[in-house]
């Protein structure tokens, strides 16, 4: 395996510039480092220098110290050097250190050979990255729980309950002549729910990943005249979307960008929901329901300065089982008694706090769901689970129909993508795809 070196810090003019090499000649480096005017000796690990870094082309004062691998953060031999600040002084340097047949490290090479090297493992691997490119407090700390702790024990859990299933279909396989009985089948019935609900689990909590780069969606939805752009306004604290007394006003999707309470939130005011005949109000409409289904949470609005009607109704029947608070607008005129989880009026202010409290709650509902657990998962960490639920469910479903040993070969199939996650597994395909999204030097 080759030595590798990179910047492990900015190449930027700033205070310090560190680099870091690893690998088998890692320690010829020595060659370019003196303590006190003399070439390093007696080298300990894990020991900070401060000397002098003096090549062919370039001599700095560094401070320099050096792992013995195993116990790096490669496994190999690593050395990190910090020279003053300055691109052109690294630049040179590595030059000369190039001439010791050391080579310019690869994206993300570093911890790939921790990987290798069994140091980390991919979801590890991987917690690295994310843990640098979270946007958010809560990111931060589920990557470091990641890090520290890896899914093992998500993963554990579930790899259990397939290797009892597998035990019991294939005690099956090996003696047919027994029928598997109303007691076992309960069982494997019992440990596949369990599975699936263990996998919808933390496949949910990759949600969380977009709670935290784009934000929570949160949807204005109701009746045309009802406030919704009112509303919008008065969160965003702003005049941005057109309020008139004219039902129909709004005709288009609304986005904005807030943060409520510290989480950042994507707002979307609709067009008010209602049978129409104008063509442009219809296709609003439709847009309108459908940013209704991608909403995370839905703010529908009611009048109650006015008789509810059949598409209040109908705007009911679209909400329900969503995860919805239901408000009623306009309470400074209030005329009819309706059942709804807040009472507001956007023109005098009363009520909005309240309603306030109530999103926050629901926020924190939702994105408490990975981040207490702290298990986030990425894209495909998500895809992988999802391929496992997609095999499972199929066992479910075809548990009757189908024969013993197909069960055991999906069964097996199962486990070995599990293995996948934590690399066990890999492919070269696998870290290519991981690896090179990471940045240089780490
Ligand atoms: N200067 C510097 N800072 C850094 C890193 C680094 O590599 N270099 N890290 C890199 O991302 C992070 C820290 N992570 C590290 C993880 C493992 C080891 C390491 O040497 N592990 C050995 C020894 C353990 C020990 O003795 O405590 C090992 O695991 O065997 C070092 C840093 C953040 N800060
Ligand atoms: N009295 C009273 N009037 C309100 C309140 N909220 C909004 N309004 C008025 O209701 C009318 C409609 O408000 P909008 O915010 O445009 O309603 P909308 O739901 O966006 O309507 P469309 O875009 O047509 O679907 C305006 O004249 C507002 O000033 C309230 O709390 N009390
Ligand atoms: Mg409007």
Redesign the pocket.
């Known amino acids: 395996m080759d030595t590798i070196v990179a910047p492990i810090t900015p190449l930027f003019r700033s205070s310090v510039i560190t680099i870091r090499i690893s690998g088998s000649k890692a320690f010829d480096i020595k060659k370019y480092l003196y303590v006190n005017g003399k070439p390093l000796q007696d080298l300990k690990y894990r020991y900070v220098y401060h000397g002098e870094f003096i090549s062919e082309n370039v001599e700095d004062d560094c401070v320099f110290y050096f792992f013995k691998g195993p116990n790096s953060y490669t496994g190999e031999d690593v050395v990190e050097i910090s020279f003053h600040g300055n691109p052109l002084i690294v630049q040179n340097a590595l030059q000369d250190i190039f001439k010791l047949g050391i080579r310019l490290a690869e994206p993300g090479e570093f911890t790939k050979r921790a990987f290798l090297n069994g140091k980390i493992d991919l979801v590890q691997a991987e917690a690295v990255y994310e843990l640098i490119e979270s946007r958010s407090i809560t990111g931060i700390h589920a990557s470091f729980k990641k890090l520290k702790e890896g899914l093992q024990s998500q993963l554990s859990i579930i790899k259990d309950n397939l290797i009892d299933l597998l035990s019991v279909v294939e005690a099956y396989v090996d003696f047919p002549e027994e029928d598997l009985g109303d007691y076992e089948l309960q069982y494997v019935y019992n440990k596949l729910d369990d599975v699936i609900k263990n996998l919808q689990f933390l496949i949910k909590s990759f949600e969380m990943n977009r709670y935290n780069s784009e934000g929570v969606k949160i949807a204005i939805v ?12 008065y969160l965003l604290r702003e005049n941005r ?10 005709r288009d999707i609304i986005e904005e960008e807030i943060f409520i309470k510290g989480y950042p939130i994507k707002l979307i ?1 609709t ?2 929901i209602r049978e129409s005949a104008d063509q442009l109000e219809k296709i609003g409409i439709e847009f309108s329901k459908k940013k209704l289904g991608e909403a995370d949470i839905i703010l529908a ?1 009611f009048d109650l ?1 006015d008789e509810l009607d059949d598409m209040d109704e109908e705007i009911m029947k679209l909400v329900k089982n969503k995860e919805v608070v239901i408000i009623g ?5 209030k005329k009819i008694e309706f059942d709804c989880d807040v009472e ?5 202010g009363e009520g909005v706090e309240q309603l306030f409290e109530i999103i926050e709650k629901r926020i924190k509902n939702l994105v408490s769901l990975g981040g207490e657990n702290g298990m986030i998962l990425n894209e495909r960490q998500k895809f992988v689970f999802e391929e496992i639920l997609d095999v499972i469910i199929g066992v479910k479903e075809n548990f009757e129909k189908r024969t013993l040993d197909i069960l055991a070969v999906d069964l097996h199939y199962c486990l070995n993508k599990i293995s996948e996650i934590t690399g066990e597994i890999y492919t070269e395909d696998i870290l290519k795809n991981i690896f090179t999204k990471f940045c240089i030097g780490k």
């Not at 109701?222 to 306004?233: R, W």
């Open positions: 109701g009746k045309p005249n009802v406030g919704k752009s009112s509303l919008m306004n979307v057109i309020v008139s007394e004219i039902p129909g006003t709004t005011d067009a008010g609005l300065s607008n306009k309470v400074d005129k507001i009026s956007v023109k005098t």
